[in-house]
């Protein structure tokens, strides 16, 4: 029997250098708060996925909404003013 995976591939598979870059967590830092609005709108939708919306369900999903928008649209703000500085 062929084994897909070798010992070394397992054993080189953590090594330091495949860490993030500190540009790359820079992004991710960046990042976040568009992140954590995306996941609280998922979390909305998986609220609602087994029955009908509630009145406080469909606020709660039209605030989500708002807050992911919001929050692209100030990582698209930021972003453009960096290129124009």
């Excluded at 999903?61 to 692209?72: F, G, K, N, T, V």
């Amino acid at each position: 029997m062929d084994h897909i995976v070798t010992v070394q591939d397992a054993v080189t598979a953590f090594e330091p250098w495949m860490e993030p870059t500190d540009a790359e967590l820079d992004a991710i830092e960046t990042e976040m708060p568009v992140i954590l609005a995306d996941l609280e709108l998922l979390d909305a939708y998986i609220i609602t996925m087994d029955r009908m919306p509630s009145e406080l369900d469909t606020r709660r999903l039209r605030r989500a909404r708002r807050r992911a928008l919001a929050a692209r649209v100030e990582l698209t703000r930021r972003s453009t003013k960096g290129i124009g500085a």
